[in-house]
Structure formats: structure tokens, C-alpha cells
Nanobody
Framework: QVQLVESGGGLVQAGDSLRLSCAAS????????MGWYRQASGKERELVAE???????NYAGSVKGRFTISTNSAKNVVYLQMNSLKLEDTAVYYC????????????????WGQGTQVTVSS
């Protein structure tokens, strides 16, 4: 029933910034773990950044220092701040993760968003 919805993609010039957002289509408890992935034309989908409910983060080497993953205080929305965008960042960006679905701490199935297009031009 819960779906992830990404927003914030668009067409920008190299060096510009974007902030992507990923939120559940319905009210949920906090997420267990969330990640941003991207897939460029002709390439495999790759992990860009991930964050756990405890706040641990990891980044792909190609974006480290430029991108920042974060959450809102309720930990039910995840953001990806993208600075100093490069042409090679052009891709469809997907949100992926799972959410706590009960007060006992049970975690629901991992789900994917439909993606948001980020296009960086010169």
C-alpha cells in the first residue's frame, strides 16, 4: 500500500544544485533504512547514498563531498542535496528503502520509487 514518491528532479546546468525528496504516499512510521540510487542511460543502477534510522550514512565515491543525504525530524522523508552537479550525474534517481510498520518495530518490505529525472547540461 505504501509507495515512495520522488520529487525535485529537473534540468540544470553543470555546477548547479538540486535537492531531491523521497516521501511515502501514506503516513508511515520512521524508515528503517533508505537509499538513493541512480541509473544513467546504458549503465547499471548504482547506489548513490544510503542512510539508516540510526543516522549512519554511506556515499558512492563519485559523489562524496558533493551530495548529502539527510532526513526530516520524523525520519519519514529522505533528501538528497546535490551540489556541484556534473554532466555525468545525469540519470534517473530512485529512492529505495523500508519502513517500520508497527509499534513493535516490525519492518515492511523494501520498496522502490518510480524515479525522478536529473539532467545536467553544459
Amino acid at each position: 500500500q505504501v509507495q515512495l514518491v520522488e520529487s525535485g528532479g529537473g534540468l540544470v546546468q553543470a555546477g548547479d544544485s538540486l535537492r531531491l525528496s523521497c516521501a511515502a504516499s501514506r503516513r508511515t512510521f520512521s524508515f528503517n533504512a533508505m537509499g538513493w540510487y541512480r541509473q544513467a542511460s546504458g549503465k547499471e543502477r548504482e547506489l548513490v547514498a544510503e542512510i539508516t534510522g540510526s543516522g549512519n550514512v554511506n556515499y558512492a565515491g563519485s559523489v562524496k563531498g558533493r551530495f548529502t543525504i539527510s532526513t526530516n525530524s520524523a525520519k519519514n522523508v529522505v533528501y538528497l542535496q546535490m551540489n556541484s552537479l556534473k554532466l555525468e550525474d545525469t540519470a534517473v534517481y530512485y529512492c529505495n528503502g523500508d519502513y517500520v510498520i508497527s509499534v513493535e518495530g516490525a519492518v515492511g518490505p523494501r520498496i522502490w520509487g518510480q524515479g525522478t529525472q536529473v539532467t545536467v547540461s553544459s
